[in-house]
């Protein structure tokens, strides 16, 4: 035994997971009774999938105006290991459920291909795999339990049956009320719709699978047409758990090697065992073990489904538009399922200038799945890789992260068409970081954007898989060169080293990919110096003392009055060299002065009937303004040359820097390199001056 792990406990915990009547038969008449009382049980597999969603919690974004769904955003069943990051994909999470939503209501995509269309490493698989696993885990529980049945005692009335199958499960695990001819079911139906609290109707009028439709007629002719005998002396009703592994509900299909794709992979195939029992053309001689059988009553996953040849495409045309498969030799079988697809951009390009694919195009609904343009959504992806490892004890020093993730953005987004926003301002717009000076108009940078683009923004560029290797790769040089911190500055050496070996990045796109490099170092370069800025210059009081000064100037300056002068106490005009020498620190030009003062008088005001009191430091953009002004003051009675070398710079006084950084979250060490690489980017441009 280890710890209270006895195979007792073990044992007790499994059975406190397992449905209670996941091994009970019930009868025919019990499932009326229970579809009478929960109609949901007798949903569609669109219908079912729509209702996991909810299940599992939502939330509402308004700023986007899209539902988040939480089994992506929180992963409660992984505790958080499998969460999803970025607006962009969120928004196409939404718009996927969106269709299946609509597709529950029988508007139309019930009957397409839901086609994730995105980049590699965009989470497009990810996203599949964890809608499989939830929808396992759905359906084990009673909001989403559904049912089949199976065929018993087939021996007792069929004569030439093989007594192997005796007992027959529903080869197509078909929802139990298909077997009650279509004018009976129609009427339980439309009882069951008038008691169903839900946002779409129950609808049902598949025929039974060809071996299912044999028994009933050869068990109708014996016992002469009397159906309730039938469903008393030879149904069982079972609950039917989705499983991947047993191909049951779930089915995943891969393209194989295209010249020896075979269409029985989706349909099925003769059982040629029973063959010598039944016959060639028996239905009881067909296996029912094609993938679109397999995913029957749940989710039929395609992976890279345009790889596939034209005419094993062909097979999707009635598996969508008609809900059916047309297996070899063999009747049609009605079929239930959500089909989604998974492509990248190669094949999808291929196949949608190919007029011969009009057919199957018209069929599918695509779903941009993009690459994440928040660079700090980004970060999280790389977190949640390194969370999801075992790590080395290495400190990850602070902007390491988010400057990777600024690098891989900007290798998804367009250029800006003007001139007044760059790239770099534009991935932080996107960010949700507000500019210094002029607003920007990020609805008008992503029309723009989405108008440039060969097919969306963020569809192609750096994928997260690169950047994580290069992460890892950084990691364990670090730990080789006896580094215990992973900075930035390493982090794009291996960029750098490793950007034109990488097999996924196009040689014409070098170039830029190592200029938008230059662009993170700069911005990282400015995130540095700020660090250390806050670390030799910081001072709470001086700097609420200069930001009620501030504030006591914009007042008056707003109701054109006057202020005491602060050593003679006379009253005088506004200092106006003094609120510029404040607002030119966030590039704040001389027309838009009169905006931000507005701006920060109008949140005073507010903070004011709220009954919170002024504190510049609350104020993200004041703040850094008056931290940025009281470095000027400063930073020239601070030797930065001395940064450079320790041996010129006094113990205390180090050590007092450090421990201001690592306050901010440095490591010791990632410390000491940050003081230097920023002493010596300041000391450069102090000569430069």
Avoid at 144 to 165: E, H, K, S
Avoid at 568 to 581: K, Y
Avoid at 673 to 684: I, P, R, S, T, Y
Wanted: charged share 35%; proline share 4%; aromatic share 8%.
């Amino acid at each position: 035994m280890i710890g209270d792990n006895s195979l007792e406990a073990l044992s007790q915990q499994y059975r406190e997971t397992v449905p209670s009547d996941l091994r009970d038969a019930k009868t025919f008449a019990w499932y009326l009774d229970a579809v009478h009382d929960d109609p949901k049980i007798t949903r569609n597999a669109h219908q079912r999938v729509a209702d996991m969603f909810d299940y599992y919690g939502t939330r509402y974004d308004e700023d986007s105006g899209t539902v988040e769904y939480l089994m992506a955003s929180e992963d409660p069943l992984g505790e958080g290991e499998n969460t999803f990051y970025g607006k962009v994909v969120h928004r196409a999470i939404h718009e996927f459920v969106n269709k299946v939503k609509s597709g529950a209501r029988g508007l139309g995509p019930d009957r397409r291909i839901k086609l994730l269309l995105g980049p590699v490493g965009s989470g497009k698989s990810a996203f599949d795999a964890q809608l499989r696993t939830y929808f396992e885990d759905y359906t084990a529980h009673d909001e989403g339990r559904m049912y089949t049945f199976r065929w018993t005692n087939l021996c007792d009335v069929i004569a030439d049956q093989d007594p192997a199958d005796d007992v027959v499960q529903s080869p197509m695990n078909q929802e139990p009320l298909v077997l009650l001819p279509l004018e009976q079911r129609q009427q339980v139906i439309g009882e069951l719709n008038e008691r169903l609290e839900a946002p779409y109707t129950i609808r049902n009028e598949q025929s039974l699978d060809p071996a299912s439709s044999f028994y009933m007629d050869r068990l109708l002719a014996y016992y002469d047409d009397d159906l309730q005998t039938v469903l008393e002396n030879h149904i069982e009703i079972v609950r039917l758990i989705a499983d991947e592994n047993k191909r049951q509900a779930i089915e995943t299909f891969e393209p194989k090697d295209k010249k020896n794709q075979d269409e029985t992979e989706l349909t099925g195939d003769v059982n040629y065992s029973k063959i010598a029992v039944y016959g060639e053309s028996d239905p009881r001689a067909f296996d029912y073990s094609g993938a679109f059988c397999n995913a029957n009553r749940g989710i039929f996953s395609g992976e890279e489904l345009l790889k596939l040849q034209r005419e094993f495409l062909y097979d999707f045309l009635h598996a969508t538009q008609e809900q059916t498969i047309k297996p070899k030799n063999n009747p049609r079988i009605d079929i239930d399922q959500v089909i989604v697809g998974r492509t990248n951009m190669p094949e999808y390009r291929e196949k949608k200038g190919d007029e011969s694919m009009e057919a199957f195009n018209d069929r599918t609904k695509r779903i941009d799945f993009p690459y994440v343009l928040e660079y700090v959504a980004e970060s999280e992806i790389y977190q949640k890789l390194l969370n999801n490892a075992d790590v080395p004890e290495i400190h990850v020093e602070p902007h390491t992260l988010e400057m990777a993730g600024l690098f891989g953005v900007l290798t998804r987004i367009e250029e800006p068409d003007t001139e007044a926003v760059d790239i770099v301002q534009k991935a932080k717009a996107y960010n949700g970081e507000s500019s210094d000076g002029d607003d920007i108009d990020v609805k008008k940078l992503r029309e723009e954007g989405e108008s440039n683009a060969e097919i969306a923004e963020a569809m192609i560029g750096i994928s997260p898989r690169f950047i994580g290797d290069e992460i890892a790769e950084a990691i364990m040089d670090s730990m080789h060169r006896g580094r215990s911190y992973l900075s930035p500055l390493a982090v794009f050496s291996h960029f750098e080293e490793n950007l034109e070996n990488h097999g996924s990045v196009p040689e014409e796109n070098f170039e830029r990919y190592h200029r938008y490099l230059e662009l993170v170092r700069e911005e990282y370069k400015e995130r540095a110096i700020e660090d250390v800025r806050h670390a030799l210059a910081y001072d709470l009081d001086e700097i609420r003392r200069q930001g009620e000064k501030y504030m006591d100037h914009v007042m008056a300056y707003i109701d054109d009055d006057t202020v005491p002068d602060e050593l003679t106490g006379r009253e005088q005009d506004p200092d106006e060299t003094f609120l510029r020498a404040v607002e030119e620190k966030l590039e704040i030009p001389e027309d838009r002065k009169h905006d931000f003062r507005q701006e920060v008088s109008n949140w005073v005001s507010r903070r004011a009937r709220e009954g919170e009191a002024f504190s510049p430091e609350d104020n993200d953009r004041l703040r850094r303004a008056l931290e940025r002004k009281l470095w000027e003051d400063k930073k020239h009675n601070i030797n930065f040359s001395a940064l450079v070398s320790a041996n010129e710079l006094d113990d205390d006084e180090r050590n007092a820097w450090v421990d201001a950084l690592i306050e901010q979250g440095y490591s010791h060490d990632g410390a000491m390199e940050v003081l230097e690489f920023a002493g010596a980017e300041v000391a450069k441009s102090e000569l430069e001056a």
